[in-house]
Protein backbone atom coordinates (compact mmCIF):
# COMPACT_ATOMS: atom_id res chain seq x y z
CA UNK A 1 0.00 0.00 0.00
CA UNK A 2 0.90 3.91 -0.82
CA UNK A 3 2.33 5.67 2.04
CA UNK A 4 -0.21 8.39 1.01
CA UNK A 5 -3.19 5.61 1.49
CA UNK A 6 -2.20 4.50 4.88
CA UNK A 7 -2.06 8.12 5.86
CA UNK A 8 -5.16 8.55 4.56
CA UNK A 9 -6.53 5.38 6.18
CA UNK A 10 -4.97 6.41 9.43
CA UNK A 11 -6.66 9.84 9.22
CA UNK A 12 -9.94 8.61 8.54
CA UNK A 13 -9.76 5.87 11.50
CA UNK A 14 -8.46 8.46 13.75
CA UNK A 15 -11.47 11.03 12.67
CA UNK A 16 -14.13 8.33 13.13
CA UNK A 17 -12.47 7.59 16.53
CA UNK A 18 -12.76 11.44 17.72
CA UNK A 19 -16.36 11.78 16.57
CA UNK A 20 -17.35 8.56 18.18
CA UNK A 21 -15.52 10.05 21.52
CA UNK A 22 -17.41 13.35 20.79
CA UNK A 23 -20.79 11.82 20.74
CA UNK A 24 -20.07 9.34 23.83
CA UNK A 25 -19.11 12.60 25.92
CA UNK A 26 -21.98 14.59 24.37
CA UNK A 27 -24.35 11.53 25.39
CA UNK A 28 -23.22 11.55 28.80
CA UNK A 29 -23.40 15.22 29.56
CA UNK A 30 -27.37 14.81 27.79
CA UNK A 31 -28.14 12.26 30.54
CA UNK A 32 -26.66 14.76 33.09
CA UNK A 33 -28.35 17.87 31.97
CA UNK A 34 -31.81 16.07 31.04
CA UNK A 35 -31.62 14.47 34.91
CA UNK A 36 -31.09 18.36 36.21
CA UNK A 37 -33.65 20.23 33.83
CA UNK A 38 -36.46 17.44 35.15
CA UNK A 39 -35.21 18.43 38.95
CA UNK A 40 -34.94 22.27 37.98
CA UNK A 41 -38.50 22.37 36.64
CA UNK A 42 -39.79 20.66 39.33
CA UNK A 43 -38.82 23.45 41.41
CA UNK A 44 -40.36 25.99 39.30
CA UNK A 45 -43.29 24.35 39.62
CA UNK A 46 -43.70 24.21 43.14
CA UNK A 47 -42.84 27.81 43.08
CA UNK A 48 -46.21 28.26 41.29
CA UNK A 49 -48.35 25.54 42.33
CA UNK A 50 -50.59 27.70 44.48
CA UNK A 51 -50.65 30.14 41.88
CA UNK A 52 -53.58 29.49 39.60
CA UNK A 53 -53.23 30.72 36.45
CA UNK A 54 -49.88 32.16 36.33
CA UNK A 55 -47.28 30.58 34.32
CA UNK A 56 -43.59 31.41 34.70
CA UNK A 57 -42.15 33.92 31.82
CA UNK A 58 -38.40 35.31 33.26
CA UNK A 59 -36.55 36.57 35.61
CA UNK A 60 -36.31 40.05 37.19
CA UNK A 61 -32.99 41.71 37.72
CA UNK A 62 -33.44 40.98 41.61
CA UNK A 63 -33.59 37.37 40.72
CA UNK A 64 -37.15 36.77 41.30
CA UNK A 65 -39.52 35.05 39.19
CA UNK A 66 -41.77 36.48 36.74
CA UNK A 67 -44.86 35.23 35.66
CA UNK A 68 -47.20 35.96 32.95
CA UNK A 69 -51.26 35.15 32.59
CA UNK A 70 -52.15 32.12 29.79
CA UNK A 71 -52.32 35.31 27.26
CA UNK A 72 -48.92 35.85 26.87
CA UNK A 73 -47.46 34.70 23.68
CA UNK A 74 -45.26 31.95 25.89
CA UNK A 75 -47.79 30.31 28.03
CA UNK A 76 -47.65 26.85 26.44
CA UNK A 77 -43.54 26.55 26.88
CA UNK A 78 -43.39 25.47 30.30
CA UNK A 79 -46.16 23.32 30.31
CA UNK A 80 -44.27 21.85 27.00
CA UNK A 81 -41.02 21.40 28.91
CA UNK A 82 -43.06 19.51 31.93
CA UNK A 83 -44.22 17.48 29.00
CA UNK A 84 -41.17 17.03 27.64
CA UNK A 85 -39.51 15.76 30.83
CA UNK A 86 -42.36 13.33 31.87
CA UNK A 87 -41.10 11.54 28.29
CA UNK A 88 -37.77 11.78 29.87
CA UNK A 89 -38.61 10.56 33.46
CA UNK A 90 -41.32 8.31 32.81
CA UNK A 91 -41.93 10.14 36.67
CA UNK A 92 -45.77 10.47 37.28
CA UNK A 93 -45.28 13.50 39.50
CA UNK A 94 -43.74 15.15 36.04
CA UNK A 95 -46.73 14.11 34.60
CA UNK A 96 -49.24 15.08 37.11
CA UNK A 97 -47.56 18.90 37.21
CA UNK A 98 -47.33 18.67 33.22
CA UNK A 99 -51.10 17.81 33.31
CA UNK A 100 -51.59 20.48 35.54
CA UNK A 101 -50.33 23.32 34.32
CA UNK A 102 -51.47 22.85 30.87
CA UNK A 103 -54.63 23.19 31.59
CA UNK A 104 -54.20 26.87 32.76
CA UNK A 105 -53.66 27.76 29.21
CA UNK A 106 -56.74 25.93 27.81
CA UNK A 107 -58.71 28.91 26.87
CA UNK A 108 -56.25 30.07 24.16
CA UNK A 109 -57.73 27.85 21.95
CA UNK A 110 -60.30 30.41 21.52
CA UNK A 111 -57.46 33.08 20.92
CA UNK A 112 -57.99 34.75 17.68
CA UNK A 113 -56.59 38.17 17.98
CA UNK A 114 -52.81 37.01 17.43
CA UNK A 115 -51.00 33.97 15.74
CA UNK A 116 -49.06 32.28 19.00
CA UNK A 117 -52.27 29.98 19.56
CA UNK A 118 -49.82 27.87 17.65
CA UNK A 119 -46.82 28.24 20.07
CA UNK A 120 -49.46 28.22 23.28
CA UNK A 121 -51.86 24.89 22.24
CA UNK A 122 -48.96 23.18 20.43
CA UNK A 123 -46.47 23.12 22.92
CA UNK A 124 -48.85 22.11 25.72
CA UNK A 125 -52.23 20.28 24.98
CA UNK A 126 -49.69 18.88 21.50
CA UNK A 127 -47.36 17.45 24.26
CA UNK A 128 -50.15 16.11 25.98
CA UNK A 129 -51.69 14.34 23.40
CA UNK A 130 -48.96 12.96 21.83
CA UNK A 131 -47.54 11.23 25.06
CA UNK A 132 -51.45 10.62 26.73
CA UNK A 133 -53.47 10.96 23.64
CA UNK A 134 -56.40 11.76 25.85
CA UNK A 135 -59.30 12.28 23.72
CA UNK A 136 -60.08 16.21 25.22
CA UNK A 137 -56.59 17.00 24.16
CA UNK A 138 -57.26 16.44 20.81
CA UNK A 139 -60.07 18.58 20.45
CA UNK A 140 -58.51 21.16 22.16
CA UNK A 141 -55.47 21.27 19.54
CA UNK A 142 -58.59 21.09 16.51
CA UNK A 143 -60.10 24.44 18.51
CA UNK A 144 -56.81 26.25 18.23
CA UNK A 145 -56.09 25.42 14.54
CA UNK A 146 -59.88 26.90 13.20
CA UNK A 147 -59.38 29.63 15.76
CA UNK A 148 -55.60 30.43 14.42
CA UNK A 149 -56.78 29.85 10.83
CA UNK A 150 -59.83 32.76 11.33
CA UNK A 151 -56.45 34.79 11.34
CA UNK A 152 -55.68 33.33 7.03
CA UNK A 153 -56.25 35.84 4.23
CA UNK A 154 -56.35 33.80 1.00
CA UNK A 155 -55.54 36.82 -1.53
CA UNK A 156 -51.89 37.49 0.51
CA UNK A 157 -51.23 33.75 1.06
CA UNK A 158 -50.93 34.14 4.61
CA UNK A 159 -51.92 34.38 8.28
CA UNK A 160 -51.59 37.90 10.02
CA UNK A 161 -49.61 37.69 12.61
CA UNK A 162 -50.13 41.10 14.98
CA UNK A 163 -53.25 43.28 15.05
CA UNK A 164 -51.37 46.58 15.54
CA UNK A 165 -52.76 50.08 14.04
CA UNK A 166 -49.38 50.95 12.41
CA UNK A 167 -49.01 48.24 9.59
CA UNK A 168 -52.04 46.89 7.74
CA UNK A 169 -51.30 42.97 7.40
CA UNK A 170 -47.89 42.29 9.44
CA UNK A 171 -46.23 38.62 9.37
CA UNK A 172 -43.54 37.74 11.34
CA UNK A 173 -40.97 35.26 10.74
CA UNK A 174 -42.01 33.46 14.08
CA UNK A 175 -45.33 32.36 12.68
CA UNK A 176 -43.30 29.14 10.60
CA UNK A 177 -43.41 28.05 14.14
CA UNK A 178 -47.42 28.23 14.27
CA UNK A 179 -47.70 25.80 11.75
CA UNK A 180 -47.10 22.63 13.02
CA UNK A 181 -50.40 22.96 15.22
CA UNK A 182 -52.12 23.22 11.66
CA UNK A 183 -50.40 19.65 10.38
CA UNK A 184 -51.37 17.89 13.57
CA UNK A 185 -54.42 19.48 13.63
CA UNK A 186 -55.16 17.96 9.62
CA UNK A 187 -53.73 14.44 10.89
CA UNK A 188 -56.10 14.77 14.04
CA UNK A 189 -59.52 15.67 12.26
CA UNK A 190 -58.97 14.46 8.70
CA UNK A 191 -59.97 18.38 8.11
CA UNK A 192 -57.66 19.36 5.03
CA UNK A 193 -58.02 23.14 5.00
CA UNK A 194 -55.81 23.27 7.92
CA UNK A 195 -52.89 21.71 6.07
CA UNK A 196 -53.28 24.11 2.95
CA UNK A 197 -52.99 27.02 4.92
CA UNK A 198 -49.89 25.71 6.86
CA UNK A 199 -48.12 25.30 3.29
CA UNK A 200 -49.64 28.46 1.75
CA UNK A 201 -47.92 30.12 4.59
CA UNK A 202 -44.49 28.60 4.03
CA UNK A 203 -44.71 29.27 0.31
CA UNK A 204 -45.87 32.72 0.42
CA UNK A 205 -43.43 33.64 3.40
CA UNK A 206 -40.16 31.53 1.38
CA UNK A 207 -41.53 34.13 -1.29
CA UNK A 208 -41.47 37.62 0.85
CA UNK A 209 -39.32 37.36 4.19
CA UNK A 210 -35.81 35.85 2.80
CA UNK A 211 -32.88 37.48 1.28
CA UNK A 212 -31.16 36.02 -1.76
CA UNK A 213 -28.17 35.13 1.21
CA UNK A 214 -30.73 32.96 2.65
CA UNK A 215 -31.39 35.76 5.70
CA UNK A 216 -35.06 36.25 6.71
CA UNK A 217 -36.84 39.79 7.77
CA UNK A 218 -38.47 39.80 10.75
CA UNK A 219 -41.63 41.57 9.46
CA UNK A 220 -43.29 41.72 5.87
CA UNK A 221 -46.04 44.12 5.97
CA UNK A 222 -48.53 43.37 3.20
CA UNK A 223 -51.04 44.94 1.32
CA UNK A 224 -54.07 43.57 1.68
CA UNK A 225 -55.13 45.09 -1.64
CA UNK A 226 -52.78 43.79 -3.96
CA UNK A 227 -51.82 40.70 -2.05
CA UNK A 228 -47.82 41.66 -2.45
CA UNK A 229 -45.21 43.32 -0.20
CA UNK A 230 -45.38 46.66 0.96
CA UNK A 231 -42.65 46.94 3.60
CA UNK A 232 -39.99 44.82 4.85
CA UNK A 233 -38.03 45.38 8.05
CA UNK A 234 -36.92 43.94 11.54
CA UNK A 235 -38.79 44.82 14.88
CA UNK A 236 -36.44 42.86 17.39
CA UNK A 237 -33.34 42.81 15.13
CA UNK A 238 -30.59 45.53 15.33
CA UNK A 239 -31.55 47.22 12.07
CA UNK A 240 -33.72 46.47 9.35
CA UNK A 241 -31.17 44.87 7.20
CA UNK A 242 -29.50 42.44 10.04
CA UNK A 243 -29.85 39.30 10.60
CA UNK A 244 -31.73 38.80 13.88
CA UNK A 245 -30.44 35.29 15.80
CA UNK A 246 -33.37 33.94 16.76
CA UNK A 247 -35.66 34.89 13.92
CA UNK A 248 -33.47 32.57 11.39
CA UNK A 249 -34.24 30.10 14.00
CA UNK A 250 -37.42 30.47 13.99
CA UNK A 251 -37.08 30.36 9.82
CA UNK A 252 -35.03 26.77 10.03
CA UNK A 253 -36.96 25.28 12.65
CA UNK A 254 -39.62 26.20 10.48
CA UNK A 255 -38.59 25.16 7.57
CA UNK A 256 -37.15 21.84 8.93
CA UNK A 257 -40.56 21.07 10.49
CA UNK A 258 -42.81 21.53 7.24
CA UNK A 259 -39.97 19.37 5.18
CA UNK A 260 -41.19 16.34 8.01
CA UNK A 261 -45.19 17.45 7.33
CA UNK A 262 -44.91 17.72 3.62
CA UNK A 263 -41.64 16.18 1.97
CA UNK A 264 -41.60 19.49 -0.24
CA UNK A 265 -38.09 19.45 -1.67
CA UNK A 266 -38.52 23.16 -1.52
CA UNK A 267 -38.76 23.66 1.97
CA UNK A 268 -35.70 21.15 2.58
CA UNK A 269 -33.59 22.70 0.48
CA UNK A 270 -34.54 26.32 2.13
CA UNK A 271 -33.44 24.95 5.32
CA UNK A 272 -30.20 23.85 4.01
CA UNK A 273 -29.61 27.00 2.82
CA UNK A 274 -30.68 28.71 6.14
CA UNK A 275 -28.15 26.65 7.83
CA UNK A 276 -25.49 26.92 5.83
CA UNK A 277 -25.90 30.56 6.15
CA UNK A 278 -26.22 30.46 10.28
CA UNK A 279 -22.94 27.84 10.76
CA UNK A 280 -20.97 29.36 8.13
CA UNK A 281 -21.82 33.08 9.73
CA UNK A 282 -18.23 34.32 10.67
CA UNK A 283 -19.71 36.44 13.65
CA UNK A 284 -21.21 32.67 15.17
CA UNK A 285 -18.66 32.40 18.43
CA UNK A 286 -16.42 29.45 18.97
CA UNK A 287 -19.25 28.24 21.16
CA UNK A 288 -21.83 28.08 18.59
CA UNK A 289 -24.42 30.26 20.50
CA UNK A 290 -25.37 32.86 18.22
CA UNK A 291 -25.17 36.77 19.22
CA UNK A 292 -28.52 38.16 19.95
CA UNK A 293 -28.14 39.66 16.18
CA UNK A 294 -25.67 38.88 13.80
CA UNK A 295 -24.74 42.05 12.57
CA UNK A 296 -25.20 43.66 16.57
CA UNK A 297 -23.52 46.89 16.14
CA UNK A 298 -20.40 45.75 18.84
CA UNK A 299 -19.51 42.38 18.24
CA UNK A 300 -17.40 40.74 20.08
CA UNK A 301 -18.73 42.86 23.17
CA UNK A 302 -22.64 41.58 22.43
CA UNK A 303 -25.01 39.27 24.35
CA UNK A 304 -25.37 36.09 23.08
CA UNK A 305 -28.72 34.69 22.87
CA UNK A 306 -29.29 31.15 24.16
CA UNK A 307 -33.05 30.89 22.94
CA UNK A 308 -31.82 31.59 19.83
CA UNK A 309 -28.64 28.66 20.24
CA UNK A 310 -31.15 25.92 21.38
CA UNK A 311 -33.68 26.39 18.92
CA UNK A 312 -31.00 26.20 16.23
CA UNK A 313 -29.61 23.07 17.78
CA UNK A 314 -33.31 21.13 18.05
CA UNK A 315 -33.81 22.39 14.41
CA UNK A 316 -30.15 20.83 13.14
CA UNK A 317 -30.41 17.66 14.78
CA UNK A 318 -33.93 17.33 13.15
CA UNK A 319 -32.42 18.47 9.50
CA UNK A 320 -29.34 16.27 9.99
CA UNK A 321 -31.77 13.00 9.31
CA UNK A 322 -32.99 14.18 6.12
CA UNK A 323 -29.60 15.12 4.19
CA UNK A 324 -26.57 13.11 2.76
CA UNK A 325 -24.03 11.88 5.61
CA UNK A 326 -21.41 14.50 4.98
CA UNK A 327 -23.89 17.44 5.77
CA UNK A 328 -25.87 15.62 8.23
CA UNK A 329 -22.14 14.93 10.22
CA UNK A 330 -21.88 18.83 10.17
CA UNK A 331 -25.37 19.75 11.25
CA UNK A 332 -25.18 17.41 13.87
CA UNK A 333 -21.88 18.20 15.11
CA UNK A 334 -22.67 22.30 15.12
CA UNK A 335 -25.73 20.74 17.39
CA UNK A 336 -23.72 18.52 19.67
CA UNK A 337 -21.65 22.08 20.26
CA UNK A 338 -24.65 23.97 21.27
CA UNK A 339 -25.65 21.50 23.67
CA UNK A 340 -22.25 20.99 25.20
CA UNK A 341 -22.22 25.22 25.26
CA UNK A 342 -25.66 25.41 26.78
CA UNK A 343 -24.71 22.43 29.35
CA UNK A 344 -21.75 24.24 30.93
CA UNK A 345 -21.67 26.38 33.59
CA UNK A 346 -21.56 29.69 31.35
CA UNK A 347 -25.27 29.02 30.76
CA UNK A 348 -26.85 26.26 32.82
CA UNK A 349 -28.25 27.57 36.01
CA UNK A 350 -27.17 25.94 39.32
CA UNK A 351 -29.82 23.89 40.95
CA UNK A 352 -32.78 26.32 42.67
CA UNK A 353 -31.11 29.75 41.48
CA UNK A 354 -31.78 31.73 38.08
CA UNK A 355 -35.93 31.55 39.60
CA UNK A 356 -35.81 27.68 38.83
CA UNK A 357 -35.32 28.65 34.97
CA UNK A 358 -32.78 25.81 33.45
CA UNK A 359 -31.14 28.38 31.30
CA UNK A 360 -29.15 31.70 31.96
CA UNK A 361 -28.29 34.38 29.32
CA UNK A 362 -31.24 34.58 26.53
CA UNK A 363 -31.91 37.81 25.01
CA UNK A 364 -35.80 38.79 24.47
CA UNK A 365 -36.37 41.62 22.83
CA UNK A 366 -33.34 44.20 22.80
CA UNK A 367 -34.64 47.83 21.72
CA UNK A 368 -37.24 47.56 24.57
CA UNK A 369 -34.77 46.87 26.94
CA UNK A 370 -37.05 43.99 27.85
CA UNK A 371 -35.93 39.99 28.85
CA UNK A 372 -32.69 41.21 28.14
CA UNK A 373 -29.49 37.93 29.28
CA UNK A 374 -32.43 36.82 31.38
CA UNK A 375 -33.82 33.17 31.40
CA UNK A 376 -36.85 32.86 28.80
CA UNK A 377 -38.67 29.80 29.18
CA UNK A 378 -38.72 28.91 25.37
CA UNK A 379 -35.25 28.91 25.59
CA UNK A 380 -35.50 25.67 27.91
CA UNK A 381 -38.15 24.55 25.94
CA UNK A 382 -35.71 24.12 22.63
CA UNK A 383 -32.81 23.02 25.07
CA UNK A 384 -35.16 19.90 26.69
CA UNK A 385 -36.63 19.77 23.04
CA UNK A 386 -32.75 19.35 21.72
CA UNK A 387 -31.10 17.14 24.02
CA UNK A 388 -34.29 14.53 23.57
CA UNK A 389 -34.15 14.45 19.90
CA UNK A 390 -30.50 13.81 20.41
CA UNK A 391 -30.70 11.61 22.62
CA UNK A 392 -33.32 9.46 20.40
CA UNK A 393 -31.38 9.78 17.32
CA UNK A 394 -28.48 8.46 18.96
CA UNK A 395 -29.92 5.02 20.31
CA UNK A 396 -31.79 4.90 17.33
CA UNK A 397 -28.43 4.54 15.27
CA UNK A 398 -27.18 2.65 18.14
CA UNK A 399 -30.06 -0.19 17.89
CA UNK A 400 -29.46 -0.70 13.79
N1 LIG B 1 -41.94 35.36 18.99
C1 LIG B 1 -41.34 36.44 19.64
C2 LIG B 1 -39.89 36.32 19.81
O1 LIG B 1 -39.26 35.42 19.29
O2 LIG B 1 -39.33 37.15 20.52
Same mark, same amino acid.
Given at each position: ?11 ? *? ?205 ? *? ?101 ? *? ?47 ? *? ?28
Amino acid at each position: MKISKILLLTIS *VLTLNSCYAKQKSTQSIVEKSLKFSTEQSMILYRSIEKMPDKLPRTMNSDGGLVTSNDKWWTSGFFPGTLWYLYQYSNDEKVKSAAREITQRVKKQQYTTDNHDVGFMINCSFGNAYKLAALAPDKAVIINAARSLSTRFNVKIGCIKSWDKKEWEYPVIIDNMMNLELLCEATRLSGDSSFYKIAVSHADTTLKYHYRPDGSAYHV *VNYDTITGGAKAKFNHQGAFDESTWARGQGWGLYGYTMMYRETGKKEYLNHAIKIANLLINYPNLPEDKIPYWDFNAPNIPNELKDASAGAIMASALIELSTF *VPKDLSAKYLSIAEQQIRSLSSDKYLAKKGKNAGFILKHSVGFMAKDSE *VDAPLTYADYYYVEAMLRYKNLLNATDDK
